[in-house]
């Protein structure tokens, strides 16, 4: 399984939300360059990278994060955020992203996502699958749809989407474990690899996510409050 640390972006800075909430903004470091080096140093492949303020906004905000962070490491990046337009991905893959995560543009509209994923392959394109009490939610997670999320991932798999990143807002920000119910649930209906999101706290979460089928887990708050190092984290690449 991999193992993948996030960094969220509000003004240039790292930062975490609690459930999504804009208002619970905690910053982390003021240069996320550096915690990429710590990533990259203790020998961890992959980053998740999250533009907040484009999330927010419908545009990419922070795309000089990105591009410094390619610039500086070798890390493998997935970027999210903001993401409204075919140019849009081009503009994030020249600056040094080797994926895009959306998932608001596959809820508002989905015959563009579909060309999206035509157009670049399903290794490139990460289906976005964030929900709130099984809805999903787009737009920085402020807007709530009526998609059901396990449909909702069931559609785009048999549209060829191949990866998707599931986040239970609820459990986000809380470090009080993982959906590894939906999760299961969600690879009992669907064969897709699953990147399980929000809410790690341990090592047996990390072991709970892998046993429910996951094929990736993204690690963030729990890195930066310190219940879980870098280090720690490292061992199990």
């Known amino acids: 399984m991999r193992i993948i640390v996030a960094i969220d972006i509000i003004g240039g800075k790292c930062v975490r939300l609690t459930r999504g909430?804009?208002?619970?903004?905690?910053?982390?470091?003021?240069?996320?360059?550096?915690?990429?080096?710590?990533?990259?140093?203790?020998?961890?492949?992959?980053?998740?990278?999250?533009?907040?303020?484009?999330?927010?906004?419908?545009?990419?905000?922070?795309?000089?994060?990105?591009?410094?962070?390619?610039?500086?490491?070798?890390?493998?990046?997935?970027?999210?955020?903001?993401?409204?337009?075919?140019?849009?991905?081009?503009?994030?893959?020249?600056?040094?992203?080797r994926q895009v995560t959306t998932g608001s543009v596959a809820v508002t509209n989905p015959k563009m996502f579909i060309e999206w994923l035509a157009k670049l392959g399903q290794e490139k394109l990460i289906l976005g699958a964030d929900c709130i009490d099984r809805k999903v939610s787009t737009g920085g997670w402020l807007d709530k749809s009526d998609k059901e999320i396990v449909s909702f991932i069931s559609r785009y798999r048999s549209k060829g989407v191949k990866y998707t990143i599931c986040t239970d807002i609820q459990k986000d920000g809380m470090l009080q474990g993982p959906a590894t119910d939906l999760y299961k649930e969600i690879l009992e209906t669907v064969k897709i690899n699953l990147i399980a999101s929000g809410g790690i706290s341990s090592f047996k979460d990390i072991e709970d996510v892998r046993e429910a089928g996951c094929e990736g887990v993204i690690i963030g708050k729990a890195v930066y409050e310190g219940k879980i190092t870098l280090k720690e984290l490292g061992s199990l690449c």
Request: charged content about 30%; hydrophobic content about 40%; overall charge negative.
């Open 21 to 97: 909430d804009f208002s619970t903004k905690k910053i982390y470091n003021e240069d996320p360059l550096e915690v990429a080096l710590q990533i990259e140093d203790n020998g961890i492949q992959y980053l998740h990278l999250v533009d907040l303020d484009g999330a927010k906004n419908n545009r990419i905000e922070n795309i000089r994060v990105l591009e410094k962070i390619a610039w500086k490491t070798k890390l493998k990046i997935d970027f999210g955020g903001g993401l409204r337009s075919y140019d849009d991905l081009i503009t994030v893959f020249n600056a040094g992203a």
